[in-house]
């Protein structure tokens, strides 16, 4: 019989008890779990809800418990239904009447919001830690690069020169808003819910700050029927999740076009790239393009939980058991992820000169053409017009705007020296854009130096 089955009168059919179940998924929380109970029950004890003495022998025993997890000696049952009854269940069976008084004062609504919060609280520690990692090697590469000229780009079209370093450091300020996101998650989901028993909280005396302390939370919730049924916090965990894999997959297709002939910018280390099984030149950039294929796979846990909660009433339902598969899925693909997106990028080896031959190229100074023009007192909209004029003159000839003779460009302005083409030097257009949070090495380094400052403030 069901630790729950005194109303009933006949055992639940095995179908049925197979699809109720959770504990192929949600044995995870085992050490979550145990933990929660120790801290419950040292309350209980505590304030004399239970005999101390028992208060004491539970907890012990629970430690025992969490030991012979690790170790392997258990094997969870699905009669049990989920991990709260299995251990439980183990616990009395271990300590007979004495382990059936853990349950006082508490429900296994508010027993699984709390593991599941302190599951995700350290998970978010996790995260963090791995986009530290990932932050730290874009780092370097933007150190060694702040003078590696490279074509900028809109719409996949050149547009302006700029250097790698400046682009990484798009790419930190990305991953930097992520663990910004992490953050705040984990302050949010810093609410205790234990206490709210079942939705209306319980008559014994509990003292809930002192649980919520042991635990590791700052506080405990407001409400218990909130505290039951709230899954906000999963919902932005994994939300978090998927824009660091958003971040990720954009990242992943750059390197991927990167590697590609027409490009040639980078080339991946040979331990972090595949073959094929019928092209023997094939070297193919597939942990990119994994990472970009699992995006989805997170997205879709999002859709999952959030579709989930949309229609629940208060309080509980057991609708909620189906956050954990979605939650697990994502913290598991991300985690995934970026160790080997990390090292992938580390070992990579930038083809500077190619970068530099593809600024060259596209006409990526042409808008450093019209400020020259501006800066000889022509209106903006009219040197547009001009240095447009002289764009198509130069495709017409096969030529780049630093080629076209100086005769040929007085023609369309005679404003124009001999200093127009050190002012359209692609050395020239990126160190003149010095402006904080332009390309320029200085701008960069300033940027860097940021960087590092709040890579110190990351614990």
Known sequence: ??????????????????????????????????????????????????????????????????????????????????????????LIERLGDIGKQLHTGRSRNDQVAVDFKMYLKDECDSIISLLKNLLEVILKIAEDNKNTIMPGYTHMQKAQPITLAHHMMAYFQMFARDIGRFSDCKKRMDFCPLGSGALAATTYSLDRAFTAEML?????????????????????????????????????EEIIMWCTNEFSFVELDDAFSTGSSIMPQKKNPDMAELTRGKTGRVYGSLITLLTVMKGLPLAYNKDTQEDKEAAFDAVDTLTLCLPVFTNMLATSKFRKENMNEGAKKGFTNATDAADYLVKCGIPFRDAHKIIGEMVAYAIANKISLDEIPMNVLKEFSPLIKEDFYTAISLDTCVNERSVYGGPSPEAVQVSINNAKDFLKGIN
Not at 20 to 31: A, T
Request: net charge negative.
């Open 1 to 90: 019989m069901k630790l729950w089955g005194g109303r009933f009168s006949k055992e639940t059919d095995s179908a049925a008890n197979a699809y109720h179940s959770s504990i192929s998924f949600d044995q995870r929380l085992y050490k979550q779990d145990i933990t929660g109970s120790i801290a419950h029950v040292t309350m209980l004890g505590k304030q004399n809800i239970i005999p101390k003495e028992n208060a004491e022998k539970i907890a012990e025993e629970l430690k025992k418990i969490l030991i012979d997890i690790e170790n392997g000696k258990i094997e969870f049952s699905e009669t049990a239904e989920d991990i709260h009854m299995n251990i439980e269940t183990i």
């Open 216 to 252: 590791g939370f700052s506080a405990v919730t407001e409400n218990s029927l909130d505290g039951v049924s709230d899954r906000d916090f999963a919902i932005e965990f994994i939300f978090a999740a998927s824009m660091v894999m958003m971040h990720l997959s954009r990242f992943s």
